[in-house]
């Protein structure tokens, strides 16, 4: 099967075509034909080296998580999925392998997808989707009527998090660039205010702040928080974590960081809100998958609306 693999830590001139076998699916797992992959800020970092530390790799790697596909045959003990099927999902950290015409993912870490979604849109979802589902309401405790503030509101997890929040009963602001205002209110935001914005401009403050981008210490963010707001990361830095420990010694305000744990009743989640239209997926760009440098580049960029998917199947 094709493939493409990392032959070491870096960029895209790190990443070689591959030919691989096609994996075997054990007991509990669904061996999937690939459609389409996406790319997530992890996945460079990982290959980039910056989270060795955290995940060390073994290369070649082949990379990304995130998948949808057809069931490829019958699978040991997976009678809830049946060939044919369409599924998505996201392979687990521990394993990537995504970015290949197939892969076997154990059962728990895939769903149905929704009818009349297509391939780009559904391997968008899951680790963008699940990890802004799991922040706001299981780190965040997001309850309805609060005030929320998503920072990188026009990005992959925050996109997902202005809906989110909406779909959970929350006043959401988006904090974005100006020229995705238009963006982040279509996707049903109450409010934007642009980055540069100072605590002081803020109308009033908020219950949860949501950052997907770490553009500031957790300093900043304090001075927006209402006395009992929780603020939310997506990365364990050092200093949020010194916050998290020392925040309940001195104050009612807290800090949390959202570690994704991939799951199918969350995948059956982000589905219902999307048969619902309550959730969509904005697409940045489509690459094939030879061209996958290209697009963890474009990721890199910092700049892209939504979400970049990989093409697998031509």
Not at 36 to 42: E, F, G, K, L, V
Not at 247 to 271: C, G, I, M
Request: net charge positive; charged share 20%; hydrophobic share 45%.
């Amino acid at each position: 099967m094709k493939a493409m693999q990392f032959a070491g830590y870096g960029g895209p001139d790190k990443i070689r075509a591959a030919e691989l076998p096609v994996p075997a699916a054990g007991a509990g797992e669904i061996p999937v034909k690939v459609a389409a992959t996406s790319i997530n800020p992890i996945d460079w970092k990982l290959h980039g080296g910056m989270l060795r530390w955290i995940r060390p790799l073994h290369f070649p790697s082949t990379p990304c998580f995130d998948f949808a596909g057809e069931v490829a045959a019958a699978g040991e003990g997976v009678g809830a999925f049946r060939p044919g099927e369409r599924v998505f999902g996201m392979l687990p950290l521990r394993q990537l392998g995504a970015a290949a015409e197939y892969l076997a993912v154990d059962q728990a870490y895939a769903a149905p997808m929704p009818e009349g979604l297509g391939f780009a849109e559904a391997a968008a979802l899951p680790l963008a989707g699940m990890t802004a589902l799991q922040a706001l309401r299981d780190d965040g405790g997001l309850v309805a009527g609060q005030r929320v503030l998503v920072s990188g509101a026009a990005g992959g997890v925050g996109h997902y998090g202005v809906q989110i929040a909406k779909a959970l009963g929350a006043h959401v602001t988006a904090l974005c660039r100006p020229a995705k205002h238009a963006l982040a209110r279509e996707l049903g935001a109450d409010a934007a205010l642009d980055y540069a914005a100072a605590p002081a401009d803020a109308a009033q403050r908020y219950d949860l702040i949501l950052d997907t981008t770490h553009h500031q210490g957790f300093g900043r963010w304090r001075r927006w928080l209402t006395p009992r707001g929780k603020y939310v990361a997506l990365l364990p830095l050092p200093g949020l974590l010194l916050h998290k420990l020392t925040l309940p010694l001195y104050s009612s305000q807290r800090a949390a960081v959202t570690f994704l744990k991939p799951n199918r009743a969350d995948l059956e989640q982000l589905a219902d809100w999307v048969r619902q239209k309550r959730l969509r997926t904005v697409l940045d760009g489509i690459y094939p998958l030879e061209e996958l440098g290209k697009a963890m580049e474009r990721s890199r960029s910092g700049r892209p609306s939504g979400k970049i998917v990989v093409r697998i199947d031509g």
